[in-house]
C-alpha cells in the first residue's frame, strides 16, 4: 500500500484527469453522437424496411390468395359451361335421334300396313282366280274321267279311301 | 508499402531494445544481473521523464540513451520549465533561478547546488518535492491515444454520412465493438430509458483502456494503463458518475435498506457505505495490477533467457514468453472489458428504480 501511495504521480493523476475529461466530450460531440446516431437511424430504417417488406409479402399472399380463388371460380364455371353445352348437345342428339326413329318408326308402319293391304288384295285376287281355275280344271277332270264306269268306281273308291270316318 | 515498413521498422526498434538493454550486462556475474534486471524492471513499470526507445553503454562505460527528451513543468511559486534531458538521469542537478532540482528513485526533489539529498528517521527523502506537472512519458502516451482515438472514431463518424448509414474505412472494425457496447453492456446493466447518458463515458472509457493495454505491449516500453494514477483517475470518474446519479432509491438501498428488520438495518449501512467507495477501489486495483504484473511477468521472462544463457533454458524462456504475451493480448481486451462493464453496472445499480 505505502508503495502504491509512493507511486501515486499526481502531476500523471491531473493530466489523465484533464486529457480523458476532455477526451470524453470531444468524442461525444465530434464521435460517439454521430456514431450512435447513424447506427439508431440505419437499424429503424432497416426494421421500417424490413416491416414494410413484410408488409407488402402479405398483401402478395392475399393477392396471390385472391387470385387463386378467382381462377378456381373461373375453372368451376369453366366446367359446368362445359357440363351444360354437353348435356345440351346430348339432349339436342336424343331428341333428334328420338324425332327420327319416330319418324322412320311410322314410314316403316306405313309401309307395312301398305304391303299388308296390298298383299290381302293379292290374296284375295289370287283366291278367287284359283278358285276359278280349279272349278274349270275340276269340270275338264270330271268330264274326261267321268266317261266310264270303271273309271268312275275308283274314283270313288279312292275318295272313300282318303276320307276317314 | 510505406506501413508495413513502419511497422517493420518499430519491430526492429523493440527487438534492439530489449537486446541492448540487457546485452550489455551479459559479462558481468550473476548476482548483479539478477539486481540489474530487477531494477529495470522497476524501473520500466514506473513513469519516466524522458521518451527513451532503448540504452546501451559504450566502451568506455558512459550509458547512452536514445530517445525524446520531454517538458518539465514544476510548480514551485510560480512555474518551472525545463527539457527533462537537462535532468540527465539523475546524474546532473538542474540549476531555475535559485532553485536547484535533481532526479532522484524517478523522483524529482528540490535540492542545493551540491544535490544533498537528506534522509529522515525510517530511510525515506526529506528533501521537499514541488508539485509536479510533467509531461512524462505516460502524459504523452495517454495524449497520443487520445489523438489516435479522435481521430479514428471522428473518421467512422463522418464516414457514416459520406457512405449512406453504411461504415466505411478501418471504423468498420470498430463499429461492431460500439454496438457490442451499447446492446451487451449499456442496455442490460443500466436499462433501455437511461443508458444513454453514459454511453460516451462507457465508450471512451473502454477503448482507452484497451488501446493503451494494446501499446502496453508493444516494444515502446510504455505502461499507462498499469500507473496507479491513471487508474485512480479512470475509477474515480465512476464513482463521481455513479454518485452524481444515484437516485432516492439509491441512496434509501444504502442507508435505511427497506424490508429489514430495524438492526439489520443499523448493521447494513455502514457496510453498504463502505461498498460504495470499495467498488471503485476495486475497479483502480484490478486495473492496475492486472497490467503491472503482465508486464512484469513479460520482462522477467524475457530477462531469464539471459539468465539462463543456454539453449534449452532460454528457448523455454522464449516460449513462455511469446504465449504469456499472446495470453497479455487477451487481457488487454478482457480488463477494457471489466472496467466497462462493471462501470456500467454501478451506474444500474445508482440509476434503478425499484417498485415496492
Redesign the interface.
Known amino acids: 500500500m505505502e508503495k502504491l501511495i509512493n507511486e501515486f504521480s499526481f502531476g500523471l493523476f491531473f493530466w489523465q484527469l484533464l486529457i480523458f475529461v476532455g477526451l470524453i466530450f470531444l468524442l461525444k460531440k465530434f464521435a460517439w453522437k454521430p456514431i450512435l446516431d447513424a447506427v439508431n437511424e440505419r437499424e429503424t430504417y432497416i426494421k421500417e424496411a424490413l416491416s414494410s417488406a413484410e408488409k407488402a409479402r402479405k398483401e402478395m399472399e392475399t393477392l396471390n390468395k385472391e387470385n387463386q380463388g378467382i381462377i378456381k371460380k373461373a375453372r368451376a364455371e369453366k366446367e359446368a359451361l362445359l357440363k351444360e353445352a354437353q348435356q345440351t348437345s346430348s339432349r339436342i342428339v336424343d331428341d333428334a335421334k328420338r324425332q327420327a326413329k319416330e319418324a322412320a318408326d311410322k314410314i316403316i308402319r306405313q309401309a307395312h300396313e301398305t304391303i299388308e293391304g296390298e298383299k290381302r288384295s293379292a290374296i284375295i285376287e289370287l283366291k278367287g282366280k284359283v278358285a276359278d281355275i280349279s272349278v274349270e280344271m275340276a269340270e275338264k277332270i270330271l268330264k274326261s274321267e267321268l266317261d266310264n264306269k270303271e273309271k268312275q268306281s275308283k274314283f270313288v273308291q279312292t275318295l272313300l279311301k282318303e276320307t276317314n270316318i | 508499402m510505406v506501413k508495413s515498413i513502419t511497422i517493420k521498422l518499430i519491430i526492429l526498434v523493440g527487438l534492439i531494445n530489449s537486446y541492448n538493454a540487457f546485452s550489455n550486462v551479459l559479462e558481468k556475474d550473476k548476482d548483479e544481473l539478477e539486481k540489474e534486471i530487477k531494477e529495470y524492471i522497476n524501473h520500466h513499470v514506473?513513469?519516466s521523464y524522458d521518451f527513451n526507445l532503448l540504452s546501451y553503454t559504450k566502451d568506455d562505460g558512459a550509458k547512452v540513451y536514445v530517445g525524446v527528451p520531454l517538458p518539465v513543468?514544476l510548480w514551485d511559486k510560480g512555474l518551472v520549465v525545463f527539457s527533462s534531458s537537462k535532468l540527465n538521469h539523475g546524474k546532473s542537478i538542474v540549476q531555475v533561478g535559485e532553485n536547484y532540482y535533481k532526479l532522484y528513485h524517478n523522483k524529482i526533489y528540490k535540492t542545493d547546488s551540491s544535490g544533498t539529498i537528506f534522509y529522515d528517521k525510517n530511510n525515506h527523502v526529506a528533501n521537499k518535492s514541488p508539485?509536479?506537472?510533467?509531461?512524462?512519458k505516460?502524459?504523452v502516451s495517454?495524449?497520443l491515444v487520445?489523438i489516435l482515438?479522435?481521430v479514428l472514431?471522428?473518421n467512422?463518424?463522418?464516414s457514416?454520412?459520406k457512405n449512406k448509414?453504411?461504415a466505411s474505412g478501418i471504423g468498420r472494425f470498430f463499429?461492431p465493438i460500439?454496438?457490442y457496447i451499447?446492446d451487451e453492456i449499456a442496455i442490460p446493466n443500466i436499462g433501455q430509458k437511461k443508458y444513454?447518458k453514459y454511453?460516451?463515458?462507457l465508450?471512451?472509457v473502454f477503448f482507452?483502456i484497451w488501446f493503451c493495454n494494446i501499446i502496453g505491449l508493444t516494444p515502446l516500453g510504455i505502461n499507462v494503463t498499469g500507473?496507479?494514477?491513471?487508474t485512480?483517475?479512470?475509477a474515480?470518474?465512476t464513482f463521481i458518475i455513479t454518485t452524481v446519479s444515484g437516485t432516492k432509491d439509491y441512496w434509501k438501498h444504502i442507508f435505511w435498506m427497506p424490508g429489514m428488520p430495524l438492526p439489520m438495518k443499523i448493521i447494513m449501512a455502514p457496510i453498504e457505505l463502505l461498498g460504495v467507495f470499495i467498488k471503485p477501489f476495486t475497479l483502480m486495483i484490478r486495473l492496475?495490477a492486472n497490467i503491472s504484473a503482465g508486464h512484469i511477468v513479460m520482462m522477467t521472462l524475457i530477462s531469464m533467457i539471459f539468465i539462463f544463457r543456454n539453449l534449452i533454458g532460454s528457448s523455454l524462456s522464449f516460449m513462455l514468453a511469446f504465449f504469456i504475451s499472446i495470453i497479455e493480448i487477451l487481457v488487454a481486451l478482457l480488463q477494457a472489458y471489466i472496467f466497462t462493464i462493471l462501470s456500467a453496472l454501478y451506474f444500474g445499480f445508482a440509476v434503478e428504480e425499484h417498485d415496492h
Open positions: 514506473l513513469d513543468l508539485v509536479d506537472f510533467s509531461m512524462t505516460g502524459v495517454i495524449l487520445s482515438m479522435f472514431f471522428r467512422l463518424a463522418v457514416y454520412k448509414m453504411m463499429e460500439v454496438l451499447r444513454k454511453m460516451s463515458f465508450l471512451t482507452f500507473n496507479i494514477a491513471v485512480f483517475c479512470l474515480l470518474l492496475y
